[in-house]
């Protein structure tokens, strides 16, 4: 089983709303990433959880608000978001062994389209 | 700053025809990974390119990597109109270890 999800699909919220975007895989990956990607323009790394903690987190907004529960599961819980965060959310996971370097690439997920109002 | 600039932006070629697309990034890295996304899709990796002098191929497509140069090759073979897609490159810097910094994409057409 190779196969990131995401839940929703698509979303749309005001900007007073609270939301959660939620990614699951079952493949033993320690790392999962969290992805912003604006129309024809490159996936941008936003957060990265190695062994169920936060390893790196890209000068995100604190509106924007990761959170690892266990090993299958990362989600992204949103608050007050503005306009210009409508995007694709990914999710990602790969292979991630403590005191080595990754190499295994990664596993996306068919992602998340937010359309904020 | 980190740059991973990729050429050409938009590739519009006829099937049948080769080409080839560069990838050049600014920093020292071991590890360049390419991924393909069709429109409205999320990606999907193609390769894996782990040391320097790395090749590999897959079908019509084949990839490579110079880490002395700072450049990677994704070299289009006979283009058929299914290879229609966006490829990016991705690097992780080496002191880094799972931060992946993807490329400005290149968005390739391919005419009957």
């Known amino acids: 089983d190779t196969e990131v999800t995401q839940t929703p699909k698509h979303l749309v919220m005001g900007m007073t709303n609270k939301k959660s975007l939620k990614c699951e895989q079952h493949m033993g990956h320690r790392a999962m990433y969290w992805y912003k990607q604006k129309a024809k323009k490159p996936p941008e790394l936003m957060f990265v959880?190695?062994?169920?903690?936060?390893?790196i987190n890209e000068s995100v907004p604190s509106r924007f608000s990761p959170e690892c529960p266990n090993s299958s599961l990362l989600n992204l819980h949103l608050h007050a978001l503005q306009p210009e965060d409508s995007a694709l959310y990914l999710c990602?996971?790969?292979?991630?062994?403590?005191?080595?370097?990754?190499?295994?690439?990664?596993?996306f997920g068919p992602g998340t389209r937010l359309l904020v109002l | 700053e980190l740059k991973v600039e990729q050429n050409p932006l938009f590739l519009s070629m006829q099937e049948g025809k080769n080409y080839t697309i560069y990838c050049n990034y600014s920093t020292t890295s071991d590890r360049l990974y390419w991924y393909r996304q069709d429109p409205g899709k999320s990606l999907e990796s193609l390769f894996v390119l782990l040391s320097n002098g790395a090749v590999k191929q897959e079908g019509r497509l084949m990839a490579s990597l110079d880490t002395k140069a700072r450049l990677s090759t994704l070299h289009i073979t006979a283009a058929v109109h299914d290879l229609s897609a966006t490829y990016f490159c991705?690097?992780?810097?080496?002191?880094?270890?799972?931060?992946?910094?993807f490329g400005t994409g290149t968005s390739l057409t391919v005419i009957p």
């Open positions: 990602a996971s790969s292979q991630d062994r403590i005191g080595f370097r990754v190499q295994e690439t990664q596993y």
């Open positions: 991705a690097v992780v810097p080496e002191n880094t270890g799972n931060q992946f910094y």
């Open positions: 959880y190695s062994y169920e903690k936060l390893s």
